[in-house]
């Protein structure tokens, strides 16, 4: 069983005012076939966490380790972590003119497995997937999210988990933006993925709406750039009920 290990992760980034530590110390374990929720408030780390495990060259990371396997995550390549089997799914995806979708995957694909897919196979099985994820083959000719709307952006980040086949997804906040058909498409698509290839998920939220279609065995809660709470489905549950304030209490107030 493969797992993903976050050690004492302190990270800072660059900002106008200087630098600026954004996570004080988390320790955070994935196994294969797990399914973890970051929640918190804005500004609590989440998304730092995401992007510093896919190795954004933006976020800096002053001390701490992330382990895949034992294998020393900060020493490898944005690319060769993906070779290594961890997948980023942004919460913004980034239009790229001029490359179409279809070439795209191909390509990715070729990259991760180290060998192309044959043809015939690998279009049959992308159909199924834009097929489940209901987009119109069309997609597959137009230029990667160009004039994509929100909700096909989000689609299309799904596709890429379904087709890739890592071993561990950090899905960041995959639900902001859609509407709750495309909530629940999105959704479904994460869970066959999960079925499929006991994959780990590290699914990172401020709301508990998706959670109602991606059920999480752990949920952690992020503040200040620390993990404040943790516990199991119930703590979601809770959090949708109370909101975050009592973490945001300053230190003395009940």
């Known amino acids: 069983m493969s ?7 302190h990270v800072s980034v660059e900002t106008e005012q200087g630098t600026k530590q954004i996570l004080k110390g988390v320790d955070l374990t994935v196994k294969q076939g797990e399914i973890h929720a970051i929640m918190g408030p804005n500004g609590s780390g989440k998304s730092t966490l995401a992007y510093s495990i896919a190795g954004h060259p933006k976020y800096h990371v002053e001390s701490g380790s992330i382990l895949l396997d034992g294998a020393e995550v900060l020493e490898m390549s944005v690319d060769e972590r993906a070779r290594a089997g961890i997948f ?123 959670l109602r279609y991606i059920k999480p065995q752990f949920v952690h809660v992020f503040v200040d750039g620390k993990v404040a709470e943790e516990g199991g489905p119930e703590l979601a549950d809770r959090l949708e009920n109370e909101g975050y304030d009592r973490f945001l209490q300053p230190s003395g107030v009940a």
Do not use: C
Not at 3 to 9: H, P
């Open 3 to 9: 797992v993903l290990e976050v050690k004492d992760l």
């Open 88 to 210: 980023l799914a942004m919460q913004y995806p980034v239009e790229i003119p001029g490359v179409r979708m279809t070439d795209f995957l191909r390509t990715a694909k070729t990259a991760i497995d180290g060998e192309a897919p044959a043809i015939r196979g690998w279009v049959k099985e992308v159909g199924e997937a834009m097929g489940a994820l209901r987009m119109d083959k069309s997609f597959g000719e137009r230029n990667v999210n160009e004039g994509f709307s929100g909700g096909e952006k989000k689609r299309h980040e799904i596709l890429q988990l379904e087709l890739l086949k890592p071993q561990f997804a950090v899905l960041d906040e995959t639900d902001s933006g859609l509407d709750v058909d495309a909530l629940k498409i999105v959704s479904e698509g994460v869970n066959r993925a999960h079925a499929a290839t006991d994959l780990g998920v590290l699914l990172i939220t401020h709301y508990t709406r998706i």
